[in-house]
Each structure stands twice: as C-alpha cells, then as structure tokens.
C-alpha cells in the first residue's frame, strides 16, 4: 500500500513559478511508471507529465505543458516533482500525482494550482 500526499500548489501570477512534491508513504523504487495529472472545474482529468519505466520515450508530457513543465522522481526519497515553469491561466487546476506500482493505481489527494492573469 502506497499513500500519496501532494504539497506547493497556490496561487501565482502569469509567468511564475512553482514546484509541486509529492511524498510517497512507501517505496515506489520499480513502479511501472509516476506521474501528474490535473483536472481543471468541469473538465475531465488529463495526463500533465509521466515517467514510465523502460518507456522507449522519457518523460512523457502534455502539448500544452511540454517545454514549460519538468517532471522528476527521487527514488531515495520516495519523491515525484512537477517544476512548473511559465504558467499561464488555463494551467489552473487541482494537480494529483499518480503512481503505477506493479499494475497498482495510487492517487494523491491533490493540490490546488491557480494562475492569475
């Protein structure tokens, strides 16, 4: 069993910055794959970013993020980040981290992200 608990998210202006963490209870060393996902008011959840082990392209993203957004994972740590980078308003969401481990699906809580203009 594998918690997840999302932190960083906020309000930033059009432009900023910010990094979400998200901290895993147990080891996620050898997952299938980590990622970020965000589900906007009245939208369905869509994939932002994901690492997938042995995937033949690494880190995966969005369209509308890549450039823009870095996904990362400290297996040490037992940590997956999202560097978020030039923010625009329609990145506002609530940002969850998921993790395949072993064809187990965990979900963070989330995170509320809010860009202004």
């Known amino acids: 069993q594998v918690q997840l608990v999302e932190s960083g998210g906020g309000l930033v202006q059009a432009g900023g910055s910010l990094r979400l963490s998200c901290a895993a209870s147990?080891?996620?060393?050898?997952?299938?794959?980590v990622g970020w996902y965000r589900q906007a008011p009245g939208k369905q959840r869509e994939l932002v970013a994901e690492?997938?082990?042995?995937?033949?392209?690494?880190?995966n993203y969005a369209d509308s993020v890549k450039g823009r957004f870095t996904i990362s994972r400290d297996n040490a740590r037992k940590m997956v980040y999202l560097q978020m980078n030039s923010l625009k308003p329609e990145d506002t969401a609530v940002y969850y981290c998921?993790?395949?481990?072993?064809?187990?699906?965990?979900w963070g809580q989330g995170t509320q992200v809010t860009v202004s203009s």
């Open positions: 690492i997938i082990r042995g995937g033949a392209t690494n880190p």
């Open positions: 998921r993790v395949n481990l072993f064809g187990n699906i965990y």
């Open positions: 147990g080891s996620i060393f050898g997952s299938n794959a």
